[in-house]
Protein backbone atom coordinates (compact mmCIF):
# COMPACT_ATOMS: atom_id res chain seq x y z
CA UNK A 1 0.00 0.00 0.00
CA UNK A 2 1.34 3.48 -0.79
CA UNK A 3 1.77 6.09 1.90
CA UNK A 4 2.24 9.57 1.24
CA UNK A 5 2.83 12.87 3.47
CA UNK A 6 2.79 15.87 2.47
CA UNK A 7 5.03 19.12 3.79
CA UNK A 8 6.14 22.62 3.16
CA UNK A 9 3.37 24.49 3.02
CA UNK A 10 2.91 27.83 4.59
CA UNK A 11 1.96 31.63 4.13
CA UNK A 12 3.70 33.74 1.39
CA UNK A 13 3.52 36.97 -0.36
CA UNK A 14 1.99 37.27 -4.13
CA UNK A 15 5.28 36.99 -5.80
CA UNK A 16 6.60 34.45 -3.40
CA UNK A 17 8.13 30.92 -3.73
CA UNK A 18 7.41 28.12 -1.54
CA UNK A 19 8.54 24.21 -1.96
CA UNK A 20 6.18 21.28 -1.42
CA UNK A 21 7.64 17.75 -0.45
CA UNK A 22 5.63 14.40 -0.28
CA UNK A 23 7.16 11.78 1.13
CA UNK A 24 6.12 8.04 -0.63
CA UNK A 25 6.00 5.26 0.40
CA UNK A 26 5.43 1.60 -0.94
CA UNK A 27 5.17 2.83 -4.53
CA UNK A 28 6.29 0.55 -7.65
CA UNK A 29 8.22 2.17 -10.35
CA UNK A 30 4.76 2.21 -12.73
CA UNK A 31 3.51 4.79 -9.55
CA UNK A 32 1.92 7.99 -10.95
CA UNK A 33 2.73 11.21 -8.50
CA UNK A 34 0.36 14.03 -8.70
CA UNK A 35 -0.74 17.25 -6.99
CA UNK A 36 -3.68 18.59 -6.50
CA UNK A 37 -5.08 21.36 -4.62
CA UNK A 38 -8.33 22.08 -3.21
CA UNK A 39 -10.65 25.22 -1.88
CA UNK A 40 -13.03 24.90 0.72
CA UNK A 41 -16.42 24.28 -1.15
CA UNK A 42 -14.55 23.41 -4.52
CA UNK A 43 -13.62 20.40 -6.09
CA UNK A 44 -10.03 18.92 -6.31
CA UNK A 45 -7.88 20.70 -9.28
CA UNK A 46 -4.70 18.78 -10.47
CA UNK A 47 -1.96 21.32 -10.36
CA UNK A 48 1.37 18.64 -11.77
CA UNK A 49 2.38 15.16 -12.41
CA UNK A 50 5.33 12.55 -12.65
CA UNK A 51 5.33 9.42 -13.54
CA UNK A 52 7.87 7.73 -11.17
CA UNK A 53 9.76 5.58 -14.08
CA UNK A 54 9.80 7.46 -17.08
CA UNK A 55 10.08 10.87 -14.86
CA UNK A 56 7.37 12.51 -17.55
CA UNK A 57 6.46 15.24 -15.92
CA UNK A 58 2.70 16.98 -16.56
CA UNK A 59 1.76 20.80 -15.85
CA UNK A 60 -2.37 22.18 -15.35
CA UNK A 61 -2.13 25.38 -17.84
CA UNK A 62 -2.91 27.48 -14.95
CA UNK A 63 0.59 26.69 -13.34
CA UNK A 64 2.87 26.46 -16.19
CA UNK A 65 5.84 28.33 -16.32
CA UNK A 66 5.43 29.14 -12.37
CA UNK A 67 5.06 25.41 -11.09
CA UNK A 68 8.06 22.35 -11.30
CA UNK A 69 7.12 19.06 -9.94
CA UNK A 70 10.41 16.70 -10.06
CA UNK A 71 11.76 14.01 -7.80
CA UNK A 72 14.72 13.08 -6.12
CA UNK A 73 17.25 10.13 -7.29
CA UNK A 74 15.36 7.52 -4.82
CA UNK A 75 12.21 8.43 -6.05
CA UNK A 76 10.99 8.97 -2.35
CA UNK A 77 10.44 12.33 -2.20
CA UNK A 78 8.29 14.50 -4.92
CA UNK A 79 8.45 18.29 -4.90
CA UNK A 80 6.50 20.93 -5.93
CA UNK A 81 8.22 24.36 -6.02
CA UNK A 82 6.04 27.19 -6.46
CA UNK A 83 7.07 29.92 -7.80
CA UNK A 84 5.54 33.69 -8.93
CA UNK A 85 2.79 32.47 -6.10
CA UNK A 86 -0.68 34.28 -6.74
CA UNK A 87 -3.60 34.76 -4.29
CA UNK A 88 -5.47 32.55 -6.52
CA UNK A 89 -2.93 29.65 -5.40
CA UNK A 90 -4.07 29.60 -1.92
CA UNK A 91 -5.62 26.08 -1.41
CA UNK A 92 -4.92 23.07 0.21
CA UNK A 93 -2.30 20.90 -1.85
CA UNK A 94 -2.46 16.58 -1.87
CA UNK A 95 -0.25 14.23 -3.39
CA UNK A 96 -1.30 11.47 -4.64
CA UNK A 97 -0.37 8.17 -6.17
CA UNK A 98 -2.44 6.45 -9.31
CA UNK A 99 -0.86 2.31 -9.78
CA UNK A 100 -3.49 1.92 -12.18
CA UNK A 101 -2.94 4.70 -15.50
CA UNK A 102 -4.80 6.79 -17.15
CA UNK A 103 -4.95 10.15 -17.39
CA UNK A 104 -2.77 12.55 -15.14
CA UNK A 105 -4.85 15.12 -13.95
CA UNK A 106 -8.10 13.08 -13.28
CA UNK A 107 -8.53 12.85 -9.54
CA UNK A 108 -10.52 9.68 -9.81
CA UNK A 109 -7.44 7.92 -11.05
CA UNK A 110 -5.51 8.12 -7.84
CA UNK A 111 -5.85 5.38 -5.31
CA UNK A 112 -3.62 6.54 -2.34
CA UNK A 113 -4.03 10.58 -0.98
CA UNK A 114 -1.80 12.29 1.08
CA UNK A 115 -3.62 14.41 4.23
CA UNK A 116 -2.52 17.79 2.61
CA UNK A 117 -0.84 20.35 3.28
CA UNK A 118 -2.23 24.30 3.31
CA UNK A 119 -1.26 27.33 1.26
CA UNK A 120 -1.92 30.71 1.83
CA UNK A 121 -0.67 33.74 -0.94
CA UNK A 122 -1.66 37.10 0.63
CA UNK A 123 -1.65 40.13 -1.81
Known amino acids: QVQLAESGGGSVQTGGSLRLSCLVS???????IGWFRQVAGKGREAVAG????????YAADSVKGRFTISRDNDMNTIYLQMNSLKPEDTATYSC?????????????????WGRGTRVTVSS
Open 96 to 112: AANTDGGYWDREYNYRY
Open 50 to 57: IHLRTGST
Open 26 to 32: GYSSSTL
